[in-house]
């Protein structure tokens, strides 16, 4: 492997930022066929709504000279027209705006699972679940109560200004300067609603991620009697969140008198200097009629788009957020699909894990930044930022085929993090890395994974049944298989009730010990057909008896596989063919564990701790 294959991830060329309101547009397009259809339906209710005016000046002009009531049969006929158009229009929208927000639901779910593992090492689950929930739901009112708002209410304002012109163009003027003056204002106003609406959403996926960690520690938590005190955190950051929704609440409370002032001037303005212009003969008492009732059609939209402005800066708001998470590259996946092998291979391995990461999402709900400038498109280079302390040094081991290998050494030493670059999690800063006798930066990661079988150290349970459990990795398992490797976990009895393999684990796999949930991760990893295992301390949760049962069943298990345990426990290693101790990121010593008592300090040491010799 090369330098250049570092902890970075590969740039992604479509991942630079396209700005929100372009990615708002993108979202629009793709339903522009039922926006398309609104936008008929808006123009057909501002048609007819436009045309009431006109048909209740010629009554006014033709009461008491000639029969009105066609012309009444024709008002009532466009007053039900305009309200169907509306009706439709909404249905229409509303179903819009939920499939718009499905779409980006399905993007979000994508890429959050498929995020490069150093992203959710840095960034809060809490606020990675708030951006797939509400800031969605924001995106919806863009098409709820934005863009059709906006277009119809053009649309009709437009409508409206003709007719008035062809009325009375001089007092048109008048009234227009004062309704552009106030739309100017509100305008400003409104970027302040992007920008303080996207930090509402932080504090608010602050909130999340703080009580989403709370609920996952919660007894340890109320064990502490620490209830109050993480209840005061939360606390502060709803507050913080409500100072943000009063911010937005201020600058739309300012707007609405603004408008309203607006609106009233207009109309003072028509009813005086109209009605002068009526006294004067210039203007007819039915055109002032017709007047009035356009700037009434002009008024009601300028609110709407008014409020749509603000609706749509908002959800721009909400867009920056997914956007930011949409601009990180997924893991790639490049590479040739790896022939299978069972032994691996590192040769001078040097690696630090990325820890400039922090600022790759604005979960920071102090973050203050505009939010129109580019998010980040792609993870930090690691030499643009200070240099990350190094977790592995010149690391050079051997993993025989269909051998049990161990890892050993103190808390911190680097053994996980061996783990996880076996699995292509990240990849080494330097040195190489070989499945068999393929360099792991030429293999796809998917194929390299496909050989492994891992078991964390805190094994993880999904939420579901025993049955969702064990197919994780392999859907196409028998009842009989499960059955299997349940008994091999010493599991079968625990499940034999009814509902069985149907039997629900909780959230976390609460219901189930900590060495039950190991058992039930390592039944997992049996009925995986992967040529190497790997194991995170199988036996770090469990007591002698479950300690047995977990060993018996990783001895069958690792028949004719390549087995890397991890453990603290050097009892429970003791049999491997090659124990490798590990120190400060370093290969200390390697060799079985009676060779290792003779040659290495630091083994023999922690077997002395340990009362094996
Ligand atoms: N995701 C991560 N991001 C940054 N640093 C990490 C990460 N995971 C581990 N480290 C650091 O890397 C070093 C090695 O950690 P690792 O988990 O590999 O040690 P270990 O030998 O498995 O320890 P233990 O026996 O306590 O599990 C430690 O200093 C640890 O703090």
Request: no cysteine; proline share 4%.
């Amino acid at each position: 492997m090369t330098e250049s294959t570092s902890s970075q991830e590969p740039k992604d060329p479509k991942s630079t930022s396209p700005g929100s309101f372009r990615v708002l547009l993108g979202m629009l397009a793709q339903h522009r066929g039922p926006l398309f259809a609104a936008l008929i339906l808006s123009l057909i209710a501002s048609a007819t709504g436009l045309a009431q005016p006109a048909i209740i000046n010629l009554v006014i002009e033709k009461i008491g000279e000639e029969p009105v009531t066609s012309l009444i049969i024709v008002l009532t006929a466009v007053l039900i027209i305009s309200s169907i158009a509306d009706a439709f229009q909404i249905f229409v929208l509303t179903r819009t705006a939920e499939h718009a927000v499905l779409n980006t639901r399905r993007s979000l779910i994508t890429r959050l699972l498929r995020l490069p593992i150093s992203v959710y090492d840095t960034q809060r689950t809490g606020d990675l679940v708030t951006r797939l929930g509400s800031d969605t739901t924001l995106v919806r009112t863009a098409f709820t109560g934005g863009i059709v708002d906006m277009v119809g209410g053009i649309f009709t304002m437009v409508g409206a200004i003709v007719l008035m012109a062809l009325i009375d163009p001089p007092l048109l003027l008048t009234v227009l300067a004062v309704l552009v003056t106030a739309t100017i204002i509100v305008v400003a106003a409104s970027s302040k609603i992007q920008k303080y609406t996207k930090q509402l959403q932080q504090s608010v996926g602050a909130l999340g991620a703080g009580m989403d960690r709370a609920l996952g520690a919660i007894r340890t938590i109320r064990s502490a009697n620490a209830a109050d005190r993480v209840d005061e955190e939360l606390q502060v950051q709803a507050q913080q969140a409500f100072g943000r929704g009063r911010k937005i609440a201020i600058i739309e409370g300012a707007l609405y008198p603004i408008s309203g002032l607006a609106l009233q001037l207009s109309f003072l303005i028509v009813l005086g200097f109209g009605g002068a212009r009526v006294s004067a003969g210039v203007l007819s008492v039915g055109d002032l009629v017709a007047f009035v009732l356009y700037l009434f059609m002009l008024a009601m939209p300028l609110g709407l788009i008014f409020s749509a402005v603000n609706t749509i800066r908002s959800a721009m708001g909400a867009i920056d957020r997914i956007q930011e998470v949409m601009n990180i590259a997924a893991e790639d996946d490049l590479g040739r699909p790896a022939r299978t092998a069972q032994s691996i291979t590192f040769r001078d391995v040097d690696f630090s894990y990325p820890d400039n990461l922090t600022g790759i999402l604005s979960s920071n709900p102090d973050a203050t930044t505009d939010p129109s400038p580019a998010p980040h498109s792609e993870l930090p280079s690691t030499e643009a930022a200070v240099q990350p302390a190094p977790v592995l040094t010149g690391v050079s081991l051997e993993i025989p085929a269909g051998k049990t290998t161990a890892l050993v050494g103190p808390s911190g030493a680097g053994k996980s993090t061996v783990l996880s670059l076996i699995q292509r999690f990240y990849d080494p800063s330097r040195g190489t890395i070989l499945l068999g006798d393929q360099d792991f930066a030429d293999l796809s990661r998917s194929s390299v994974r496909e050989q492994i079988g891992f078991v964390e150290q805190e094994a993880a349970i999904l939420a579901g049944t025993v049955w969702q459990n064990l197919r994780l990795a392999n859907p196409q398992v028998t009842d009989a298989q499960a059955w299997s490797a349940l008994e091999r976990v010493g599991l079968k009895e625990r499940f034999s009730a009814a509902p069985g393999l149907d039997t629900v684990i909780g959230d976390r796999g609460v219901s189930l010990s900590g060495g039950q949930r190991q058992r039930l991760a390592l039944a997992r990893m049996l009925l995986m057909d992967s040529s190497i295992l790997l194991l995170d301390e199988p036996t770090s949760a469990v007591d002698s008896r479950n300690e047995e049962l977990i060993l018996s069943a990783i001895n069958t298990a690792s028949r004719n596989r390549t087995l890397v345990v991890v453990a603290h426990r050097l009892s429970t290693v003791t049999d491997a063919d090659q124990i490798i101790v590990l120190e400060e990121g370093r290969v200390a010593a390697s060799g079985t564990h009676a060779e290792l008592i003779k040659t290495s300090p630091l083994y023999k040491e922690l077997a002395n701790k340990q009362m094996l010799i």
